[in-house]
């Protein structure tokens, strides 16, 4: 298969032609002086949110672009990861036309998405090993197939796919690849991050909800080439990153310490948690994880669920998800939260 690679060829026309809002911000850039500012219909009496946001978010874009080395024109920052898949879509592809492929057992949201942006969606399943099954991927491919969405580490099966596995679709395919590492932070392989310079159809999704601690704030963060980002930039509504956000991030991600000493104790309590439940006789299978989860094979889901939760434990049941019959994933909580569901767990 040969590719050629055109993000011409791949965006909507209706965004090509677009011409974006331009907001009162957008305009003006500070230079530090005091200024009057009589140009957005604020309410002028000051309360901390009176005044709207930096559409782009440039003090914390520098922090988070400093920290995970790229460059702030490759980053794109929105309200969840949520947020930036569906600008993805709204992008590139073409309601009732185009399609996009995602690898189940997998991210539920990806589906979801292309049902809201009358997007078909190509389901090849993970192969027995939970590893993209990539013959059948390429063959799943035709003119219309924009996307394809990779998670890794995958939810709900926790691991991480294999490197070759992904370069091969990052080379074969002429749309774009979509990497969502809402877990890299646990994972022991490398970000795809430093891979952004090699392929020019490469997306890396990120996000301060898993292990940033910050999911209520609803932060989502996207890196790829400069014209990926103008073009997303373009669609994105002008403030889509409320104040409080950006200052709540901002404060967390220049706190970087306390942020990997919490990741060191989750994956401390990872192993704990594995290790209580291999010796469980009503677990049957325990799948290696680089996310801040376990998945389980039990002899009864549905049964063991219940019963975690009448011990007002909840866990995710995953049963309905194929390749996933008979599963539980367990969220690796405090160390506190963590010895309570293994005392419940060895007395059920
Ligand atoms: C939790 C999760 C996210 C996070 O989404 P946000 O909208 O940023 O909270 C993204 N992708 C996957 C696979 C997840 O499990």
Same mark, same amino acid.
């Given at each position: ?27 003006? =850039? ?70 996009? #492929? ?81 877990? *890299? ?17 490469? *997306? ?61 104790? *989750? ?26 989860? =376990? ?46 569901? #293994? ?6």
């Amino acid at each position: 298969m040969t590719k050629t690679f055109n993000i011409n060829n791949i965006v909507r026309e209706s965004v090509k032609t677009l011409k974006p809002y331009s907001s009162a911000r957008d305009e003006y =850039v500070s230079d530090g002086s005091t200024m009057i500012f009589l140009d957005a219909n604020e309410n002028p009496f000051e309360n901390g949110v009176n005044r709207y946001p930096d559409p782009y978010q440039r003090s914390l874009k520098a922090v988070l672009a400093e920290q995970k080395g790229v460059s702030e024109s490759n980053m794109l920052l929105g309200n969840g990861s949520d947020e930036v898949l569906d600008l993805i879509y709204r992008a590139f592809c073409e309601p009732n036309q185009d399609n996009i #492929i995602t690898l189940p057992p997998t991210y539920g949201m990806y589906k979801v998405l292309a049902g809201i942006n009358a997007v078909e969606n190509r389901e090849v399943l993970l192969t027995s090993d939970f590893e993209p099954d990539v013959p059948a991927i390429l063959s799943a491919v035709d003119e219309n197939t924009k996307l394809i969405f990779i998670c890794s580490p995958n939810n709900p099966t926790g691991n991480s796919f294999k490197k070759e596995y992904v370069e091969k679709l990052l080379e074969s395919f002429s749309g774009l690849v979509v990497i969502d590492e809402a877990y *890299i932070d646990f994972s022991e392989q490398e970000s795809w991050l430093s891979s952004l310079n090699n392929y020019p159809n490469l *997306i890396v999704t990120q996000t301060l909800s898993k292990a940033y601690g910050l999911a209520g704030i609803r932060l989502g963060i996207c890196c790829a080439s400069e014209e990926i980002i103008a073009i997303l930039n373009k669609i994105k509504p002008p403030y889509n990153v409320n104040q409080l956000t950006q200052q709540k991030a901002l404060q967390r991600v220049l706190n970087e310490d306390a942020v990997q000493q919490e990741v060191v104790q *989750i994956l401390e309590e990872r192993a704990n948690l594995k290790q209580a439940l291999q010796e469980l006789d009503f677990v049957e299978q325990l799948y290696p994880s680089n996310a801040n989860f =376990v998945l389980a094979k039990v002899d009864d889901a549905d049964k063991r669920y219940q019963q975690l939760l009448n011990q007002h434990v909840v866990v995710r049941n995953r049963s309905t998800q194929p390749l996933c019959e008979n599963t539980l994933r367990f969220t690796v909580g405090t160390p506190t939260e963590n010895k309570a569901l #293994i005392a419940i767990l060895k007395k059920l």
